[in-house]
Structure formats: structure tokens, C-alpha cells
């Protein structure tokens, strides 16, 4: 039992250390390398675990070497054009005009029921608004509307409005947010002169967000909608 704890906890480090290393990336965002690294590892990492006779470096020497290739596989893919073409493929135009080209899907065996999934997920549910939309090389579906089914910017309306940043989280379920706090000059002065005219403590704020006007925004927990 000791062997197995001590097994995981050298492993598991190891396991976290590669993936950070490749990217924060989501599942779905993974290149076609990626997911074979990842799955690659993850089957790895297990075999020293299920089998105690194995020695540890069998599953901590092909990980460090996966990771090591991915990393180099990486920086080539970076700069070399082609060599990305080559591992990753490049995207393709799956509808124009909105008109889905039939061909392209059935290349990349993208049924139409999986298009416009997609395209809902992106809050399109005409496809004849879509003006242009391609299939990227993680399989994600981006979309450009036609102009009038496009919703109008500040820009089209030719208003004036000021460039701000948003929001940042001060306090999150109790807990003070410091990063958040520097990123908009929000100092702790404030905050405690904020906290005593609501007649709260950190401990009873659920969430908190400022913005660096000074705009604040408090749910206090147990608050429902």
C-alpha cells in the first residue's frame, strides 16, 4: 500500500509538470499531437501503478521522452510552416455565402447535424446568415455573420465610448483576491471602508468585483437570484 501512495505521488507531479508544459489547453483545443501525447502519458503513467514489479523509471523515463518530443515537435510546428501544415493540417472553408460546401464535409466527415451544433454554440441558428466559416485544425467551427445579421458595434453607431477594462474578482467566497486588487488599484483601505458601510466581514461576501473606476458590484452569500 505504502509502495502505491509513494508511486502516486512521484508520478502524479510528473504527469501535471508534462501537461502544463505543452500548453493550457482544454481537451477540445488540443492539436492532433497533443491528444496523442496526452493520451500516450496517461496510459504510461499507469502501467507502473497497476504492476508494483515494474520499476518506476519504466513509466518516468517514456513520459519524460514523450514530453521532451512534444516540446521539440513544438518549437519545429512554430517555425516551420510547413512542418505545421504537415502535423496539425490547416483549416478549412466549410461554408460561404451560406452555403455549406458538401464536399469539405464529407472530407472531414462533418454531418450536418454536427455543423449546426456547432454553429448554435456560437448563437447562429440561420445558416444563411453565415457568411463565411471554417473548420479549424482542432476541429473547432468558427463563424463570420453576413453584415446585417451581425449585432451592430459602438463602432457602427459611431458612438464614443471609453476603451475600460473589465471587471476583476476582489473577493471570491470569502477569500480575498489580491492579484485582482493590483490589477486595478483597488487598495485595502478601500476595501475595509467598503466592507464597513455594508456592515459585512470578507468572511460573508460570496462575491465581490470592482473595476478600476470604482464600480463595485457585492452578493453576499446565502443571496439568491
Given amino acids: 500500500m505504502l509502495t ?13 509538470f508534462g501537461i502544463r508544459l505543452m500548453g493550457k489547453r482544454q481537451i477540445g483545443e488540443l ?10 502519458i496517461s496510459n504510461i503513467a499507469t502501467l507502473p501503478l497497476e504492476d508494483q514489479n515494474l ?5 518516468i523515463v517514456p513520459m519524460l ?3 521532451c518530443f512534444e516540446v521539440l515537435l513544438s518549437w519545429g510546428v512554430l517555425k516551420c510552416r510547413k512542418l505545421r501544415h504537415l502535423v496539425s493540417g490547416t483549416p478549412q472553408i466549410i461554408i460561404r455565402n451560406g452555403k455549406p460546401d458538401q464536399q469539405v464535409m464529407k472530407n472531414l466527415r462533418f454531418s450536418l447535424e454536427d455543423l ?7 448563437g447562429i441558428f440561420d445558416l444563411s446568415t453565415v ?15 453576413m453584415a446585417d445579421a451581425r449585432p451592430a458595434t459602438c463602432g457602427d453607431l459611431n458612438l464614443q465610448v471609453p476603451n475600460d477594462d473589465p471587471p476583476e474578482v476582489v473577493i471570491a467566497d470569502g477569500s480575498i483576491n489580491a492579484e485582482g486588487m493590483r490589477t486595478i ?5 478601500r476595501l475595509r471602508q467598503l466592507l ?20 463595485c458590484s457585492l452578493i453576499r452569500k446565502g443571496e439568491n437570484a
Fill in 4 to 16: 502505491s501512495v509513494l508511486r502516486v505521488m512521484i508520478l502524479y507531479p510528473i504527469v501535471i
Fill in 31 to 40: 492539436q492532433p499531437t497533443e491528444l496523442v501525447v496526452t493520451m500516450l
Fill in 55 to 59: 520499476p518506476l523509471l519504466t513509466g
Fill in 65 to 67: 521522452l514523450l514530453i
Fill in 116 to 122: 449546426m451544433t456547432a454553429l448554435r454554440g456560437q
Fill in 131 to 145: 457568411q463565411l466559416a471554417l473548420v479549424e485544425t482542432n476541429g473547432q467551427v468558427s463563424a463570420y455573420q
Fill in 185 to 189: 488599484g483597488f487598495t485595502q483601505a
Fill in 196 to 215: 464597513r458601510q455594508k456592515h459585512l466581514t470578507e468572511a460573508d461576501v460570496f462575491l465581490l468585483t470592482a473595476d478600476a473606476n470604482g464600480v
